[in-house]
Each structure stands twice: as structure tokens, then as C-alpha cells.
Nanobody, 115 residues
Framework: QVQLVESGGGLVQPGGSLRLSCAAS????????MGWYRQAPGKERELVAF???????NYADSVKGRFAISRDDAENMVYLQMNSLKPEDTAVHYC?????????WGRGTQVTVSS
């Protein structure tokens, strides 16, 4: 069984920064891709960023230049550094992992950007 647990969400003012963390545990041998998705109220879940086992990254256009994804395979962690946050970044952010071609999700962490 695989568990993904997010942390680091919260309330921040526009222009501020947050760092999300996701800890993977359980039967996690063979992680292919790890990433972050988000879902705002009334909207569909959307990709924010992902990183492959080889270190290739990909970002949604809306966060390019502001967010950075990284992973620590020794600790089974993935991180999302979010800078220059905007009110439209407000959403529940979910950790995702593709492990041996199966998708796993965390429960999400709320990010609220408001003055």
C-alpha cells in the first residue's frame, strides 16, 4: 500500500511564498513520476508540475517562472517551492505519484492567497 502525505499549505499574502512537501511511504519501489495538482472551488483538478525519475520537469504555463518542483529519492519526498503567489493560486494542492504504472494521490493541502 502507498501513502502520500502533504504538508506546508496555509494562508499567505499575494507575492508571498510557500513550500509544499509530500512524503511517500509504503510499497514505493519504482516511482516513475511525482508531481502536484490543484483544484480550486468549482474547477477541475489541474496539473501544476511534475518531475520524472530522471529529473525532467514540466510546469503549467500559469506557474512557470514562479514555482519549482524537486524530489529527494533518498527520503522519498517531493517538494513544490511556490514564489510570487497570486490569489488565483488559491486551491487544494494534491501530491501525485505514478508507481509501477498506478496512480496514487494524497489527501491535499489547502493553499490560500489573500490579503
Amino acid at each position: 500500500q502507498v501513502q502520500l502525505v502533504e504538508s506546508g499549505g496555509g494562508l499567505v499574502q499575494p507575492g508571498g511564498s510557500l513550500r509544499l512537501s509530500c512524503a511517500a511511504s509504503g510499497s514505493i519501489f519504482g516511482i516513475n513520476v511525482m508531481g502536484w495538482y490543484r483544484q480550486a472551488p468549482g474547477k477541475e483538478r489541474e496539473l501544476v508540475a511534475f518531475i520524472t525519475s530522471g529529473g525532467t520537469t514540466n510546469y503549467a504555463d500559469s506557474v512557470k517562472g514562479r514555482f519549482a518542483i524537486s524530489r529527494d529519492d533518498a527520503e522519498n519526498m517531493v517538494y513544490l517551492q511556490m514564489n510570487s503567489l497570486k490569489p488565483e493560486d488559491t486551491a487544494v494542492h494534491y501530491c501525485h505519484a505514478n508507481i509501477r504504472f498506478r496512480d496514487y494521490w494524497g489527501r491535499g493541502t489547502q493553499v490560500t492567497v489573500s490579503s
